[in-house]
DNA sequence: ATTCATGCAAATGCTTTGCATCATT
DNA sequence: AATGATGCAAAGCATTTGCATGAAT
């Protein structure tokens, strides 16, 4: 399946309605490996005609149909977002640089099998962020 | 060891000088369950003679010392703050009434040893949360 | 005496919203 | 035609900062 058949189905799916700003928010979350925020979202759309406070409305709406997983970059308050694919991904950050490096597999599965069968909770999401100095900042002492 | 000696070994450690705003702070975060925003912490301190900006300066710093753990508080862009403690613990929150299950144990811990061995990563902390649905919002068709 | 902490007010930065216009269904 | 999406400008809200004063070392 293509991306655009991908983005087509989400939005019928949604019931939300195809336009091209849309296309193009989904576009970009589609090849980004890891959450990213607004403001780089906004940047690589730098040649495209679209409002600022249109790409916000446009990854609110896909996060309330479920179509996108909001989350933070690291402490800080920036949002970010990632398409909410099956197969989920957890990260390490860089507490200095930010660099982000995507973990193979997730080490929660059997846990939250766990605590679907014994918390009293629905079990949704789950946010996983392992923080730690990457190998280039390590060796620098700043 | 009692709250005050803690605190006090906290500000010796760290080189942070010791005031009243500081220690009314630090009693809030040691008595707390789980992480608290802001703007729980400024409220319990009504009766106190202190400036918000006086709180965020002091969880500021005890960040920066180590003592204090700052995440986010679901979804949202608001800060939370906890104390690091050597047993730190995970939660469940509610998406919906944002109540907060504190979970006993920490499921990471061979993870995270094993990723210390293979990530060329320094690994510092790690955040786990999930979300879910608490039995009494799940009965509630909103 | 020096260094750091605090209050206050103003500024910042991310995010949201009201409203008129435009595009998709 | 009706409903929803977008641009633009303004507002909102959590958080930060400059500066003068006050307290801890």
Redesign the interface.
């Known amino acids: 399946m293509t991306v655009k058949e991908d983005y087509e189905k989400a939005m019928l799916e949604s019931g939300l309605k195809m336009t091209i700003r849309r296309e193009l928010v989904y576009h970009i979350l589609y090849h980004a490996e890891f959450p990213i925020d607004v403001e780089s979202i906004y940047k690589k759309l730098i040649h495209e005609k679209i409002n600022l406070s249109t790409v916000y409305r446009t990854l609110e709406s896909f996060?309330a149909k479920g179509i996108v997983k909001?989350?933070?970059l690291g402490?800080t308050?920036?949002?970010t977002y990632e398409l909410n694919r099956k197969e989920h991904k957890h990260h390490?950050v860089?507490?200095k640089c930010h660099q982000v490096?995507t973990?193979s597999g997730c080490?929660?599965e059997q846990?939250?099998k766990h605590?679907k069968e014994t918390?009293?909770?629905?079990?949704?999401?789950?946010?996983?962020?392992?923080?730690?100095?990457?190998?280039s900042c390590?060796n620098k002492d700043c």
């Open positions: 996060v909001k989350g933070n402490n308050s920036v949002a390490i860089c507490v490096v973990l080490p929660l846990y939250v605590l918390s009293g909770f629905e079990i949704l999401e789950h946010k996983l962020e392992i923080q730690g100095m990457c190998p390590k």
